[in-house]
Protein backbone atom coordinates (compact mmCIF):
# COMPACT_ATOMS: atom_id res chain seq x y z
CA UNK A 1 0.00 0.00 0.00
CA UNK A 2 1.37 3.18 -0.46
CA UNK A 3 1.93 5.58 2.48
CA UNK A 4 -0.38 7.84 3.36
CA UNK A 5 2.19 11.09 2.69
CA UNK A 6 3.68 9.63 -0.09
CA UNK A 7 2.95 12.80 -2.90
CA UNK A 8 1.62 10.99 -6.25
CA UNK A 9 0.32 14.58 -7.89
CA UNK A 10 3.15 13.92 -10.52
CA UNK A 11 3.82 12.14 -13.51
CA UNK A 12 7.68 11.32 -11.80
CA UNK A 13 6.41 10.53 -8.27
CA UNK A 14 3.84 7.25 -10.17
CA UNK A 15 7.09 6.71 -12.27
CA UNK A 16 9.02 6.23 -9.09
CA UNK A 17 6.23 4.22 -7.27
CA UNK A 18 5.97 2.15 -10.51
CA UNK A 19 9.99 1.44 -9.90
CA UNK A 20 9.06 0.04 -6.56
CA UNK A 21 6.28 -1.99 -6.79
CA UNK A 22 6.37 -5.67 -6.42
CA UNK A 23 4.27 -7.65 -9.00
CA UNK A 24 3.49 -11.07 -8.27
CA UNK A 25 2.65 -13.01 -11.43
CA UNK A 26 1.33 -16.13 -9.65
CA UNK A 27 -1.96 -17.82 -9.86
CA UNK A 28 -4.17 -18.08 -6.77
CA UNK A 29 -5.75 -21.12 -6.14
CA UNK A 30 -7.25 -21.98 -3.00
CA UNK A 31 -5.84 -19.01 -1.04
CA UNK A 32 -2.52 -19.85 -2.43
CA UNK A 33 -0.30 -17.89 -4.14
CA UNK A 34 0.99 -21.09 -6.91
CA UNK A 35 2.98 -20.97 -9.77
CA UNK A 36 1.90 -23.15 -12.76
CA UNK A 37 2.17 -26.86 -12.54
CA UNK A 38 3.82 -26.80 -15.50
CA UNK A 39 6.42 -23.88 -14.30
CA UNK A 40 5.65 -22.09 -17.21
CA UNK A 41 5.29 -18.31 -17.34
CA UNK A 42 4.34 -15.56 -20.36
CA UNK A 43 5.73 -11.98 -20.18
CA UNK A 44 3.51 -9.47 -19.14
CA UNK A 45 4.54 -6.11 -20.80
CA UNK A 46 3.19 -2.86 -20.41
CA UNK A 47 2.10 -1.00 -23.12
CA UNK A 48 3.28 2.66 -22.11
CA UNK A 49 6.74 1.66 -22.80
CA UNK A 50 6.88 -1.56 -23.27
CA UNK A 51 9.00 -2.81 -20.46
CA UNK A 52 8.62 -6.20 -19.18
CA UNK A 53 6.43 -6.50 -15.79
CA UNK A 54 6.33 -9.42 -14.51
CA UNK A 55 6.31 -12.97 -15.73
CA UNK A 56 2.86 -14.68 -14.77
CA UNK A 57 1.59 -17.86 -14.44
CA UNK A 58 0.78 -19.84 -17.49
CA UNK A 59 -1.90 -21.42 -16.55
CA UNK A 60 -2.98 -24.70 -18.62
CA UNK A 61 -5.93 -27.49 -17.96
CA UNK A 62 -4.29 -29.08 -15.37
CA UNK A 63 -4.18 -25.23 -13.30
CA UNK A 64 -8.07 -25.16 -14.07
CA UNK A 65 -8.61 -28.73 -12.70
CA UNK A 66 -6.97 -28.07 -9.39
CA UNK A 67 -8.67 -24.38 -9.20
CA UNK A 68 -12.51 -25.96 -10.32
CA UNK A 69 -11.84 -28.86 -7.73
CA UNK A 70 -10.42 -26.19 -5.02
CA UNK A 71 -14.12 -24.52 -5.59
CA UNK A 72 -15.93 -27.00 -5.97
CA UNK A 73 -14.35 -28.44 -2.20
CA UNK A 74 -15.50 -24.77 -0.98
CA UNK A 75 -18.58 -24.83 -2.30
CA UNK A 76 -20.04 -28.33 -1.22
CA UNK A 77 -18.67 -27.35 2.04
CA UNK A 78 -21.32 -24.80 2.61
CA UNK A 79 -18.48 -22.24 4.29
CA UNK A 80 -19.61 -19.45 1.45
CA UNK A 81 -22.57 -21.35 0.07
CA UNK A 82 -24.63 -21.70 3.07
CA UNK A 83 -23.79 -18.60 5.10
CA UNK A 84 -26.24 -16.15 6.09
CA UNK A 85 -27.21 -13.51 3.73
CA UNK A 86 -25.39 -10.79 6.01
CA UNK A 87 -22.24 -12.76 6.91
CA UNK A 88 -21.49 -12.66 2.92
CA UNK A 89 -22.62 -9.55 3.50
CA UNK A 90 -20.20 -8.20 5.79
CA UNK A 91 -17.29 -9.73 4.13
CA UNK A 92 -17.66 -8.53 0.29
CA UNK A 93 -18.25 -4.75 2.30
CA UNK A 94 -14.42 -5.07 3.74
CA UNK A 95 -13.46 -6.38 0.72
CA UNK A 96 -15.00 -3.32 -1.18
CA UNK A 97 -13.38 -1.27 1.67
CA UNK A 98 -9.64 -2.97 0.72
CA UNK A 99 -10.04 -2.20 -2.66
CA UNK A 100 -10.36 1.64 -1.70
CA UNK A 101 -7.52 1.18 0.96
CA UNK A 102 -5.48 -0.30 -1.88
CA UNK A 103 -6.44 2.45 -4.41
CA UNK A 104 -3.10 3.59 -5.94
CA UNK A 105 -2.04 0.29 -5.71
CA UNK A 106 -4.69 -1.06 -7.62
CA UNK A 107 -4.73 2.37 -10.34
CA UNK A 108 -0.79 1.74 -10.35
CA UNK A 109 -0.90 -2.12 -11.89
CA UNK A 110 -4.13 -1.16 -14.32
CA UNK A 111 -2.28 1.41 -15.14
CA UNK A 112 0.82 -0.57 -16.08
CA UNK A 113 -0.59 -3.62 -16.99
CA UNK A 114 -2.79 -1.90 -20.09
CA UNK A 115 -2.07 1.66 -20.58
CA UNK A 116 -5.18 3.56 -19.44
CA UNK A 117 -4.21 7.07 -17.60
CA UNK A 118 -3.32 6.84 -14.06
CA UNK A 119 -6.51 9.27 -13.36
CA UNK A 120 -9.03 7.15 -15.13
CA UNK A 121 -7.83 4.20 -12.77
CA UNK A 122 -7.74 6.09 -9.59
CA UNK A 123 -11.23 8.12 -10.76
CA UNK A 124 -13.12 5.40 -12.36
CA UNK A 125 -11.68 1.76 -12.26
CA UNK A 126 -10.80 1.09 -8.61
CA UNK A 127 -13.68 3.00 -7.04
CA UNK A 128 -16.00 1.21 -9.77
CA UNK A 129 -15.05 -2.50 -8.66
CA UNK A 130 -15.23 -1.32 -5.22
CA UNK A 131 -18.58 0.07 -5.95
CA UNK A 132 -19.86 -2.99 -7.49
CA UNK A 133 -18.72 -5.46 -5.03
CA UNK A 134 -19.95 -2.64 -1.59
CA UNK A 135 -23.56 -2.85 -3.80
CA UNK A 136 -24.15 -6.51 -4.00
CA UNK A 137 -23.23 -6.86 -0.63
CA UNK A 138 -25.90 -4.24 0.08
CA UNK A 139 -28.01 -5.87 -1.95
CA UNK A 140 -28.09 -9.75 -1.13
CA UNK A 141 -29.58 -9.42 2.63
CA UNK A 142 -32.45 -7.57 0.74
CA UNK A 143 -33.61 -10.15 -1.63
CA UNK A 144 -36.83 -12.03 -0.79
CA UNK A 145 -37.82 -15.37 -2.37
CA UNK A 146 -41.46 -16.14 -3.29
CA UNK A 147 -44.38 -18.23 -2.40
CA UNK A 148 -46.49 -19.02 -5.22
CA UNK A 149 -50.33 -18.53 -5.34
CA UNK A 150 -51.26 -21.89 -5.22
CA UNK A 151 -54.48 -23.20 -3.65
CA UNK A 152 -54.70 -24.23 -0.31
CA UNK A 153 -54.09 -27.93 0.18
CA UNK A 154 -49.98 -26.90 -0.97
CA UNK A 155 -47.27 -24.61 0.01
CA UNK A 156 -45.11 -23.82 -3.18
CA UNK A 157 -41.60 -22.02 -2.17
CA UNK A 158 -39.63 -20.81 -4.99
CA UNK A 159 -36.04 -19.71 -4.05
CA UNK A 160 -32.70 -18.98 -5.38
CA UNK A 161 -29.63 -21.11 -5.28
CA UNK A 162 -26.66 -20.51 -5.80
CA UNK A 163 -25.56 -22.00 -9.19
CA UNK A 164 -22.17 -23.47 -7.65
CA UNK A 165 -19.09 -22.68 -9.37
CA UNK A 166 -18.89 -19.88 -12.12
CA UNK A 167 -15.84 -19.96 -14.26
CA UNK A 168 -15.52 -16.04 -15.40
CA UNK A 169 -13.51 -14.71 -18.57
CA UNK A 170 -12.93 -11.30 -19.08
CA UNK A 171 -11.19 -9.22 -21.28
CA UNK A 172 -8.32 -6.51 -20.99
CA UNK A 173 -9.95 -3.10 -21.40
CA UNK A 174 -11.22 -2.95 -17.60
CA UNK A 175 -9.76 -5.67 -16.02
CA UNK A 176 -10.46 -4.91 -12.78
CA UNK A 177 -14.14 -3.34 -13.26
CA UNK A 178 -15.32 -6.67 -15.77
CA UNK A 179 -14.20 -8.88 -13.04
CA UNK A 180 -16.29 -7.28 -10.48
CA UNK A 181 -18.94 -7.28 -12.57
CA UNK A 182 -19.03 -11.04 -12.23
CA UNK A 183 -17.35 -11.07 -8.66
CA UNK A 184 -20.31 -9.10 -7.04
CA UNK A 185 -23.37 -10.64 -7.73
CA UNK A 186 -20.94 -14.42 -8.39
CA UNK A 187 -19.97 -13.99 -4.27
CA UNK A 188 -22.50 -12.24 -3.24
CA UNK A 189 -25.19 -15.09 -4.32
CA UNK A 190 -22.91 -18.05 -2.60
CA UNK A 191 -21.45 -18.99 -5.26
CA UNK A 192 -17.23 -20.36 -6.10
CA UNK A 193 -15.06 -18.63 -8.72
CA UNK A 194 -12.61 -19.66 -11.00
CA UNK A 195 -11.64 -16.46 -12.93
CA UNK A 196 -9.57 -16.47 -15.76
CA UNK A 197 -8.43 -12.98 -16.31
CA UNK A 198 -6.76 -11.69 -19.77
CA UNK A 199 -3.57 -12.82 -21.01
CA UNK A 200 -3.09 -8.84 -21.86
CA UNK A 201 -3.57 -7.88 -18.45
CA UNK A 202 -3.50 -10.71 -15.53
CA UNK A 203 -2.27 -8.51 -12.65
CA UNK A 204 -5.13 -7.03 -10.96
CA UNK A 205 -7.46 -9.72 -10.73
CA UNK A 206 -4.60 -11.88 -8.45
CA UNK A 207 -4.88 -8.73 -6.17
CA UNK A 208 -8.25 -9.13 -5.78
CA UNK A 209 -8.27 -12.17 -4.76
CA UNK A 210 -5.52 -11.28 -2.00
CA UNK A 211 -7.34 -8.62 -0.80
CA UNK A 212 -10.90 -10.43 -0.91
CA UNK A 213 -8.81 -13.20 1.18
CA UNK A 214 -8.01 -10.53 3.43
CA UNK A 215 -11.32 -9.43 3.79
CA UNK A 216 -12.27 -13.28 5.19
CA UNK A 217 -13.64 -14.53 2.20
CA UNK A 218 -12.88 -18.45 2.73
CA UNK A 219 -10.10 -19.76 0.86
CA UNK A 220 -11.19 -21.86 -2.48
CA UNK A 221 -14.02 -19.41 -2.82
CA UNK A 222 -12.28 -17.23 -5.25
CA UNK A 223 -9.34 -18.82 -7.52
CA UNK A 224 -7.54 -16.97 -10.15
CA UNK A 225 -5.79 -18.97 -12.90
CA UNK A 226 -4.21 -16.57 -15.43
CA UNK A 227 -2.98 -18.01 -18.93
CA UNK A 228 -3.82 -17.87 -22.47
CA UNK A 229 -7.71 -18.01 -24.02
CA UNK A 230 -6.90 -20.71 -26.26
CA UNK A 231 -5.52 -22.91 -22.84
CA UNK A 232 -6.59 -21.94 -19.43
CA UNK A 233 -9.69 -19.97 -20.97
CA UNK A 234 -10.61 -22.78 -23.08
CA UNK A 235 -10.38 -25.50 -20.11
CA UNK A 236 -12.64 -23.55 -18.12
CA UNK A 237 -15.16 -22.96 -20.29
CA UNK A 238 -15.28 -26.95 -21.53
CA UNK A 239 -14.89 -27.71 -18.00
CA UNK A 240 -17.58 -30.64 -16.82
CA UNK A 241 -17.57 -29.30 -13.17
CA UNK A 242 -18.11 -25.34 -13.80
CA UNK A 243 -21.89 -24.57 -13.54
CA UNK A 244 -21.96 -21.73 -15.41
CA UNK A 245 -19.94 -19.41 -17.39
CA UNK A 246 -19.80 -15.61 -17.56
CA UNK A 247 -17.78 -14.56 -20.22
CA UNK A 248 -17.09 -10.40 -21.19
CA UNK A 249 -15.10 -10.62 -24.77
CA UNK A 250 -15.47 -10.39 -27.89
CA UNK A 251 -18.11 -11.82 -30.23
CA UNK A 252 -15.21 -14.01 -32.01
CA UNK A 253 -14.79 -15.61 -28.85
CA UNK A 254 -18.38 -15.73 -27.34
CA UNK A 255 -19.09 -17.69 -30.19
CA UNK A 256 -16.88 -20.49 -28.94
CA UNK A 257 -18.55 -20.31 -25.34
CA UNK A 258 -21.76 -21.23 -27.08
CA UNK A 259 -19.70 -23.92 -28.57
CA UNK A 260 -17.98 -25.32 -25.75
CA UNK A 261 -21.10 -25.52 -23.59
CA UNK A 262 -22.32 -27.91 -26.11
CA UNK A 263 -19.19 -29.82 -26.05
CA UNK A 264 -19.15 -30.47 -22.46
CA UNK A 265 -21.76 -30.22 -19.46
CA UNK A 266 -24.31 -27.64 -21.40
CA UNK A 267 -23.58 -25.30 -18.47
CA UNK A 268 -25.62 -22.19 -18.94
CA UNK A 269 -23.02 -18.74 -20.90
CA UNK A 270 -23.89 -15.31 -20.33
CA UNK A 271 -21.88 -13.27 -22.97
CA UNK A 272 -21.10 -10.04 -22.57
CA UNK A 273 -19.41 -9.15 -26.39
CA UNK A 274 -18.58 -6.31 -28.65
CA UNK A 275 -20.38 -2.86 -30.11
CA UNK A 276 -20.51 -0.52 -32.83
CA UNK A 277 -23.34 1.71 -30.98
CA UNK A 278 -24.81 4.50 -33.49
CA UNK A 279 -24.82 8.26 -31.56
CA UNK A 280 -28.02 9.89 -33.98
CA UNK A 281 -28.17 14.14 -34.06
CA UNK A 282 -30.99 15.23 -35.34
CA UNK A 283 -31.12 18.52 -36.74
CA UNK A 284 -33.46 19.79 -34.41
CA UNK A 285 -30.82 19.21 -31.50
CA UNK A 286 -29.39 22.88 -30.51
CA UNK A 287 -26.70 22.30 -28.41
CA UNK A 288 -24.11 20.63 -31.30
CA UNK A 289 -21.34 21.60 -28.95
CA UNK A 290 -22.68 19.54 -26.05
CA UNK A 291 -22.94 16.83 -28.66
CA UNK A 292 -19.29 16.72 -29.93
CA UNK A 293 -18.64 17.02 -26.59
CA UNK A 294 -20.60 13.58 -25.76
CA UNK A 295 -19.44 11.81 -28.69
CA UNK A 296 -15.77 12.83 -28.64
CA UNK A 297 -15.68 11.77 -24.67
CA UNK A 298 -17.28 8.10 -25.49
CA UNK A 299 -15.56 7.60 -28.25
CA UNK A 300 -12.05 8.68 -27.09
CA UNK A 301 -12.29 7.22 -23.41
CA UNK A 302 -10.10 4.60 -22.45
CA UNK A 303 -8.30 5.08 -25.92
CA UNK A 304 -11.33 3.91 -27.70
CA UNK A 305 -10.94 0.74 -26.15
CA UNK A 306 -14.81 0.27 -24.71
CA UNK A 307 -17.32 -1.93 -25.71
CA UNK A 308 -19.81 0.49 -25.89
CA UNK A 309 -17.75 3.12 -27.34
CA UNK A 310 -20.24 5.09 -29.88
CA UNK A 311 -18.23 4.71 -32.88
CA UNK A 312 -20.77 5.19 -35.29
CA UNK A 313 -21.78 8.99 -35.62
CA UNK A 314 -25.13 9.49 -37.45
CA UNK A 315 -25.64 12.71 -38.48
CA UNK A 316 -28.44 14.49 -40.49
CA UNK A 317 -26.83 15.76 -43.36
CA UNK A 318 -27.50 19.26 -43.09
CA UNK A 319 -25.76 19.95 -39.41
CA UNK A 320 -22.71 17.53 -40.48
CA UNK A 321 -20.33 20.11 -41.34
CA UNK A 322 -20.89 21.70 -38.25
CA UNK A 323 -20.84 19.17 -35.92
CA UNK A 324 -17.84 16.97 -37.42
CA UNK A 325 -16.27 20.62 -37.06
CA UNK A 326 -17.07 20.44 -33.28
CA UNK A 327 -16.35 17.01 -32.63
CA UNK A 328 -13.01 17.54 -34.31
CA UNK A 329 -11.90 20.58 -32.43
CA UNK A 330 -12.90 18.06 -29.16
CA UNK A 331 -10.00 15.92 -30.14
CA UNK A 332 -7.32 18.36 -28.77
CA UNK A 333 -8.50 17.16 -25.57
CA UNK A 334 -7.63 13.64 -26.08
CA UNK A 335 -3.88 13.78 -27.08
CA UNK A 336 -1.83 10.60 -26.20
CA UNK A 337 0.30 10.80 -23.42
CA UNK A 338 2.30 9.53 -20.36
CA UNK A 339 -0.65 7.31 -19.17
CA UNK A 340 1.44 7.84 -15.61
CA UNK A 341 0.58 11.25 -16.05
CA UNK A 342 -2.01 12.57 -13.86
CA UNK A 343 -2.85 15.22 -16.54
CA UNK A 344 -2.68 12.57 -19.68
CA UNK A 345 -6.63 11.38 -20.55
CA UNK A 346 -5.28 9.24 -23.62
CA UNK A 347 -2.84 6.64 -22.58
CA UNK A 348 -1.62 3.48 -24.75
CA UNK A 349 -3.25 0.91 -26.60
CA UNK A 350 -2.92 -2.42 -24.87
CA UNK A 351 0.10 -3.86 -27.12
CA UNK A 352 1.15 -3.92 -30.50
CA UNK A 353 -1.19 -6.50 -31.71
CA UNK A 354 -4.04 -4.07 -30.59
CA UNK A 355 -1.96 -1.06 -32.48
CA UNK A 356 -1.70 -2.70 -35.89
CA UNK A 357 -5.19 -3.93 -36.49
CA UNK A 358 -6.15 -0.11 -35.40
CA UNK A 359 -3.96 1.13 -38.18
CA UNK A 360 -5.37 -1.83 -40.37
CA UNK A 361 -8.55 -0.12 -40.10
CA UNK A 362 -7.44 3.11 -40.42
CA UNK A 363 -5.84 2.18 -44.07
CA UNK A 364 -9.07 0.37 -44.69
CA UNK A 365 -10.98 3.39 -44.43
CA UNK A 366 -8.63 5.74 -46.48
CA UNK A 367 -8.91 2.60 -49.07
CA UNK A 368 -12.46 2.34 -49.09
CA UNK A 369 -12.59 6.18 -49.71
CA UNK A 370 -13.82 7.34 -46.69
CA UNK A 371 -12.19 10.88 -45.48
CA UNK A 372 -10.27 10.98 -42.50
CA UNK A 373 -10.44 14.31 -41.16
CA UNK A 374 -8.14 14.58 -38.28
CA UNK A 375 -5.28 11.58 -36.94
CA UNK A 376 -4.62 8.28 -38.42
CA UNK A 377 -1.22 7.89 -37.42
CA UNK A 378 0.78 6.14 -34.60
CA UNK A 379 2.60 8.82 -31.92
CA UNK A 380 4.92 8.59 -29.24
CA UNK A 381 6.53 5.86 -31.47
CA UNK A 382 10.13 6.90 -29.04
CA UNK A 383 8.63 5.86 -25.77
CA UNK A 384 8.37 1.89 -27.00
CA UNK A 385 5.15 2.19 -26.31
CA UNK A 386 1.55 1.43 -28.24
CA UNK A 387 -0.41 4.92 -29.35
CA UNK A 388 -2.75 6.21 -32.19
CA UNK A 389 -3.81 9.93 -32.19
CA UNK A 390 -8.15 10.53 -31.96
CA UNK A 391 -8.88 9.73 -35.91
CA UNK A 392 -12.16 10.82 -37.35
CA UNK A 393 -13.55 9.79 -40.24
CA UNK A 394 -16.18 11.75 -42.26
CA UNK A 395 -18.32 10.50 -45.41
CA UNK A 396 -18.30 7.02 -44.21
CA UNK A 397 -21.42 4.56 -45.58
CA UNK A 398 -22.76 2.07 -43.70
CA UNK A 399 -21.37 -0.54 -45.56
CA UNK A 400 -17.73 -0.21 -45.06
CA UNK A 401 -15.57 -1.71 -42.51
CA UNK A 402 -15.07 0.79 -40.80
CA UNK A 403 -18.39 0.84 -39.91
CA UNK A 404 -19.31 -2.55 -39.58
CA UNK A 405 -16.24 -3.97 -37.21
CA UNK A 406 -15.92 -2.97 -33.87
CA UNK A 407 -12.33 -1.15 -34.19
CA UNK A 408 -11.29 -0.78 -30.40
CA UNK A 409 -9.12 1.65 -30.59
CA UNK A 410 -9.87 5.87 -30.97
CA UNK A 411 -11.88 5.82 -34.05
CA UNK A 412 -15.17 7.58 -35.04
CA UNK A 413 -17.12 7.22 -37.97
CA UNK A 414 -19.03 9.49 -38.99
CA UNK A 415 -22.37 8.88 -41.77
CA UNK A 416 -24.79 11.26 -42.52
CA UNK A 417 -28.33 10.64 -43.12
CA UNK A 418 -31.32 12.52 -44.54
CA UNK A 419 -34.56 11.37 -42.47
CA UNK A 420 -35.82 9.85 -39.25
CA UNK A 421 -36.22 6.52 -41.12
CA UNK A 422 -33.08 6.43 -42.65
CA UNK A 423 -31.05 6.70 -39.46
CA UNK A 424 -32.89 4.18 -37.45
CA UNK A 425 -32.26 1.90 -40.76
CA UNK A 426 -28.56 2.68 -40.68
CA UNK A 427 -28.45 2.06 -36.55
CA UNK A 428 -29.98 -1.01 -37.06
CA UNK A 429 -28.01 -2.49 -39.97
CA UNK A 430 -25.59 -3.92 -37.42
CA UNK A 431 -24.57 -6.85 -36.70
CA UNK A 432 -23.98 -5.46 -32.34
CA UNK A 433 -26.87 -4.31 -30.84
CA UNK A 434 -25.09 -2.78 -27.38
CA UNK A 435 -26.73 0.63 -27.09
CA UNK A 436 -27.34 3.76 -28.57
CA UNK A 437 -27.83 7.71 -28.32
CA UNK A 438 -30.55 9.94 -29.69
CA UNK A 439 -30.45 13.43 -29.53
CA UNK A 440 -33.32 15.40 -30.18
CA UNK A 441 -35.88 18.15 -29.04
CA UNK A 442 -38.82 16.10 -29.58
CA UNK A 443 -40.22 14.01 -27.07
CA UNK A 444 -42.19 11.82 -29.80
CA UNK A 445 -39.81 11.48 -31.48
CA UNK A 446 -37.12 10.21 -28.52
CA UNK A 447 -39.45 8.15 -27.41
CA UNK A 448 -40.20 7.01 -31.59
CA UNK A 449 -36.40 6.55 -32.27
CA UNK A 450 -35.48 4.82 -29.06
CA UNK A 451 -38.58 2.38 -29.10
CA UNK A 452 -37.23 1.36 -32.96
CA UNK A 453 -33.52 0.78 -32.09
CA UNK A 454 -32.20 -2.36 -31.76
CA UNK A 455 -29.82 -2.33 -28.46
CA UNK A 456 -29.46 -3.31 -24.78
CA UNK A 457 -29.72 0.26 -23.59
CA UNK A 458 -30.41 3.70 -25.22
CA UNK A 459 -29.47 7.05 -23.81
CA UNK A 460 -31.53 10.31 -24.62
CA UNK A 461 -29.92 13.55 -25.00
CA UNK A 462 -27.02 11.80 -23.46
CA UNK A 463 -24.30 9.06 -23.15
CA UNK A 464 -22.55 8.91 -20.31
CA UNK A 465 -25.16 8.11 -17.35
CA UNK A 466 -24.23 4.83 -15.68
CA UNK A 467 -25.12 3.40 -12.81
CA UNK A 468 -24.86 -0.26 -10.46
CA UNK A 469 -28.57 0.08 -10.42
CA UNK A 470 -29.32 -0.24 -13.91
CA UNK A 471 -28.29 -3.57 -16.13
CA UNK A 472 -25.36 -3.63 -18.80
CA UNK A 473 -25.74 -5.71 -21.79
CA UNK A 474 -26.89 -6.00 -25.03
CA UNK A 475 -28.93 -7.60 -28.10
CA UNK A 476 -27.98 -9.63 -31.45
CA UNK A 477 -24.26 -10.03 -31.72
CA UNK A 478 -23.63 -7.93 -28.39
CA UNK A 479 -24.64 -11.00 -26.13
CA UNK A 480 -27.22 -12.20 -24.36
CA UNK A 481 -26.13 -11.53 -20.50
CA UNK A 482 -26.79 -8.45 -18.08
CA UNK A 483 -23.94 -7.54 -15.88
CA UNK A 484 -24.61 -4.82 -12.91
CA UNK A 485 -28.23 -4.25 -11.30
CA UNK A 486 -30.06 -6.83 -9.33
CA UNK A 487 -31.10 -8.67 -12.78
CA UNK A 488 -27.43 -9.89 -13.25
CA UNK A 489 -28.44 -12.36 -9.76
CA UNK A 490 -30.61 -14.25 -12.06
CA UNK A 491 -27.25 -15.23 -13.79
CA UNK A 492 -25.42 -16.54 -11.05
CA UNK A 493 -28.79 -18.41 -9.02
CA UNK A 494 -30.81 -21.27 -10.05
CA UNK A 495 -35.01 -21.20 -9.19
CA UNK A 496 -35.64 -24.38 -6.93
CA UNK A 497 -39.43 -25.06 -6.22
CA UNK A 498 -40.17 -26.81 -3.18
CA UNK A 499 -43.95 -28.06 -2.94
CA UNK A 500 -45.45 -28.97 0.95
CA UNK A 501 -48.71 -30.67 1.06
CA UNK A 502 -50.34 -29.09 3.78
CA UNK A 503 -53.49 -31.84 4.14
CA UNK A 504 -53.54 -34.70 5.03
P1 LIG B 1 -11.29 -11.61 -26.38
O1 LIG B 1 -12.58 -12.24 -26.75
O2 LIG B 1 -10.15 -11.75 -27.29
O3 LIG B 1 -10.79 -12.19 -24.98
C1 LIG B 1 -11.62 -12.14 -23.83
C2 LIG B 1 -11.18 -13.23 -22.87
O4 LIG B 1 -11.41 -14.49 -23.50
C3 LIG B 1 -9.70 -13.19 -22.51
O5 LIG B 1 -9.54 -13.55 -21.16
C4 LIG B 1 -9.11 -14.26 -23.42
O6 LIG B 1 -7.94 -14.84 -22.90
C5 LIG B 1 -10.24 -15.26 -23.45
N1 LIG B 1 -10.20 -16.14 -24.64
C6 LIG B 1 -9.72 -15.85 -25.86
N2 LIG B 1 -9.84 -16.94 -26.68
C7 LIG B 1 -10.42 -17.91 -25.93
C8 LIG B 1 -10.80 -19.24 -26.20
N3 LIG B 1 -10.60 -19.81 -27.39
N4 LIG B 1 -11.39 -19.96 -25.21
C9 LIG B 1 -11.60 -19.40 -24.00
N5 LIG B 1 -11.24 -18.14 -23.67
C10 LIG B 1 -10.66 -17.40 -24.64
O7 LIG B 1 -11.62 -10.09 -26.07
P2 LIG B 1 -10.61 -8.96 -25.64
O8 LIG B 1 -9.83 -8.56 -26.84
O9 LIG B 1 -9.92 -9.36 -24.40
O10 LIG B 1 -11.62 -7.79 -25.20
C11 LIG B 1 -12.21 -6.92 -26.09
C12 LIG B 1 -13.63 -7.34 -26.40
O11 LIG B 1 -14.41 -7.39 -25.21
C13 LIG B 1 -14.33 -6.35 -27.30
O12 LIG B 1 -15.03 -7.03 -28.29
C14 LIG B 1 -15.28 -5.63 -26.35
O13 LIG B 1 -16.38 -5.07 -26.98
C15 LIG B 1 -15.65 -6.72 -25.42
N6 LIG B 1 -16.20 -6.18 -24.18
C16 LIG B 1 -17.54 -6.29 -23.95
C17 LIG B 1 -18.09 -5.75 -22.79
C18 LIG B 1 -19.57 -5.86 -22.50
O14 LIG B 1 -19.94 -5.68 -21.35
N7 LIG B 1 -20.40 -6.14 -23.49
C19 LIG B 1 -17.27 -5.12 -21.86
C20 LIG B 1 -15.90 -5.04 -22.12
C21 LIG B 1 -15.37 -5.58 -23.29
Known sequence: MTPSNTDLSTASSWHRRAMDIKLDGRALVNGQRVDAVTGETFECRSPIDGRLLAQVSRGQAVDIDLAVAAARRSFDSGVWSRQAPAVRKRVLQRF?????????????????????????????????????????????????????????????????????????????NYPMLMSAWKLGPALATGNSIVLKPSEKSPL????????????????????????????????????????????TGSTRVGRKMLAYSGRSNLKRVFNELGGKSAFIVFDDFDDLDRAA??????????????????TRLLVHESIADVLVAAVTGQTTRFQPGDPLSPSTNMGALVDEAQM??????????????????????????????????????????????????????????VI?????????????DSSYGLQASVWTQHLDRAHRVARHLRAGTVHVNQYDEDDMTVPFGGVKQSGNGRDKSLHALDKYTDLKTTWIRLER
Open 96 to 172: AELILQHKDELALLETLDMGKPIQSSLDADVPGAARCIAWYAEAIDKVYDEIAPTPANSLALIQREPVGVVGAIVPW
Open 416 to 428: RFKDEAEAVALAN
Open 356 to 413: ESVLGYIASGQQQGANCVIGGHRVRQESGGYYVEPTIFDHVRNDMKIAQDEIFGPVLS
Open 204 to 247: TAMRLAELALQAGLPEGVFNVVPGHGDEAGEALALHMDVDALGF
Open 293 to 310: QTVAGAVFYNQGESCNAP
